[in-house]
């Protein structure tokens, strides 16, 4: 017997069908003789709906208001669940995430985990109870619901796992694994086996959908085992277990594991792309000690979250600041700007919404040279202007223009030989 913790996405709970689908799944894990919990995000759509709503009436909307508005999509799924397994059959309830308690810090709209009591939930396991809790949210040390961040019931899931000392965390989605880029561009993208935590990392954290950054982060530090599934194929309940909680050969998917379980690693593991920055530049600030400071400070404090940074500066005595920034974030990263225009002194902000981030991913390129020269000259053949370009021991970014995206990765794909055939 293992203890699972199963974790659904939107499109996997996106009509009542599917809730019922999923509930003949969580059911069949259950009748296995597993002990399960289940999280689960809200139906596929609803969070953008209440999402809209708050920013319809107002852009720079209370962070507490928003996290009360968009944390109820969760709850209606995990209700809904709930209903279907006991319709089902099954003994299961619904947990909010403050009622486990998800303990958060009181970034709202951004919170981060901070404890879980999983003592009760333990109990209700034990006895045979399927906990169906909604993920994305918890509770802060202000005693009002929290939000975790978009994707964030990936990482409600991970840290439930951690918490239950569960032997794995099956992810389920719209994709039968982790691919080596996004197939809806590149169709001879092939299915990983298998992907070292860090390349997970670092693929979520620059645009990879399929699972969220945190969530791999603290699958990292806590050594959970992540499987990621289609919800939308069917296959033999995993059942069995070879004594580190990962079942053998039974479902497809990929298995996100540490780098000493890959044996051939390639140079790149994927190319990952994203549409959700903005560029800011500021010109002409005065290059002086303290700078980088006045500008990044305010962002900090305002919980702008700050990506690629790129200084230049000229011989009149002025640098030139360029940066990306969350689309969803560009409203305020500009208000907190103008509003520092007094200690920064910089001559004029530019904003580009109209950029995208293309990386490549691998952890290969420890050992190997020219992976970032490779890239360089096939965006350069293709004529695509690079504009900033920022690099890890296991990573290349580059931002270029938006209508630029699928040329760019379907190039950098096949110049890595990663394409099927």
Known sequence: MARIVMKFGGTSVADLDRIRSVADRVKRQVESGDEVAVVVSAMSGVTNQLVGYCQALSPLHD????????????????????????????????????????????????????????????????????????GFQGIGPDNRVTTLGRGGSDTSAVALAAALKADRCDIYTDVDGIYTTDPRIVPRARRLDKIAYEEMLELASVGAKVLQTRSVELAMKERVRIQVLSSFEDGPVPVENGGDGVSRGTLPGTLVVDEDEIVEKEIVAGIAYSRDDAKVTVRKVPDRPGVAAAVFGPLSEANVNVDMIVQSTGADGTTDMTFTVGKTDLARAIQVLEAAHGDIQYGEMLTDPDVAKISVVGVGMRSHAGVASTMFRTLSDRSINIQVISTSEIKVSVLIGVEYTELAVRALHSAYGLDVG
């Open 63 to 134: 962070a507490r208001e928003y996290d009360a508005v968009v944390s109820t999509g969760e709850q209606v799924t995990s209700g809904l669940l709930a209903i279907a397994l006991q319709t089902a059959g099954i003994d299961a309830r619904s947990w909010s995430g403050w009622q486990i308690p998800f303990g958060t810090d009181g970034a709202h709209g951004k919170a981060r985990i901070e404890d879980i009591d999983g003592a009760l939930l333990v109990a209700r396991m034990q006895a045979g109870q399927v906990p169906v809790v909604a």
